[in-house]
């Protein structure tokens, strides 16, 4: 059942990503509100199709922060980005140059205005990062930034790059961490019945030192992560149990 549903959900992902980048198109010319009720449209899509093919929804934990905002999240399927742009109303990631290679995908994302970074550009490209991320908060937009610069798997070891600390100290700004447990579900073509529980943490608040603020960082995402994917995997025995021979 867990392949049949996920095939379904494949199927839906496909359709509704070229009917929306196609319609959308005109939206690439316009101003960039319209690119962003493209990409919100998107995601509202992506997370409608995982709940009723698949069976995987979600449950929001904490307070949602207004905007703008700094938030650091962990990072562990493509979920997190549907989830946290669907969520966060409008905002732009910090997302690696090579995806704005990629068509449509990379047209949309440099609409809306989300920051490439060359990651072995060094102090120059966190500098670039920087500036681009205090024009966007100039703006009122938030900045969704992944510490460890990439998703991670299950049960792989905390890897928290300077980035983030790039980010917190030159925009002066609170940050807000978020735990999730999205990889127990969302595991590459396999999507999972259950729910994934995305959750918005106590923010630091701006002025701490370098190491210190990546201490606490570091701290609430990984205990409040490992937390949730305990959680998660009690869910995943009882659907288990509850399905006989079906495998999870």
């Known amino acids: 059942m867990i392949w049949l549903r996920s095939i379904v ?3 839906w992902f496909l359709l509704i990503s070229i009917v929306l980048h196609v319609v959308f198109l005109p939206a690439l010319v316009l101003p960039r509100r319209g690119a962003v ?26 307070e949602i922060p207004a905007m703008p905002a700094l938030v650091a999240s962990k990072h562990m399927s493509m979920w997190d980005t549907v989830a946290l742009f669907f969520l966060l109303g409008d905002p732009v990631f910090v997302l690696k140059r090579e995806l704005m290679r990629v068509p449509f995908y990379g047209w949309y994302a ?12 060094g102090g120059i490209a966190l500098r670039a990062m920087t500036r681009a991320s205090r024009d966007a908060l100039a703006q009122g937009l938030g900045i969704v930034v992944f510490p460890e610069g990439t998703r991670k798997p299950v049960g792989a070891s905390p890897d928290y790059k300077s980035g983030v600390v790039a980010l917190y100290q030159g925009l002066d700004i609170a940050c807000v961490p978020v735990s999730l447990n999205s990889g127990l579900f969302w595991t590459g073509f396999l999507k999972k019945p259950g729910l994934i529980v995305i959750q918005f943490l106590t923010p630091i608040p701006p002025g701490l030192k370098r190491n210190e603020f990546m201490a606490i ?3 609430r995402i990984e205990q409040t992560t ?4 305990r959680e998660g995997r009690v869910l995943l025995t009882r659907v288990n149990s509850h399905s006989g021979k079906q495998k999870f």
Request: aromatic letters at 10%; charged letters at 25%.
């Open 9 to 11: 959900f494949i199927v």
């Open 217 to 219: 960082l570091e701290e």
């Open 37 to 62: 009720i493209a990409a919100r449209s998107w995601c509202a899509g992506i997370l409608w199709g995982l709940r009723v093919f698949a069976a995987l929804d979600y449950e929001v934990r904490g």
């Open 226 to 229: 490992g937390e949730l994917l």
């Open 110 to 121: 440099r609409k809306v205005g989300m920051i490439a970074i060359d990651r072995r550009g």
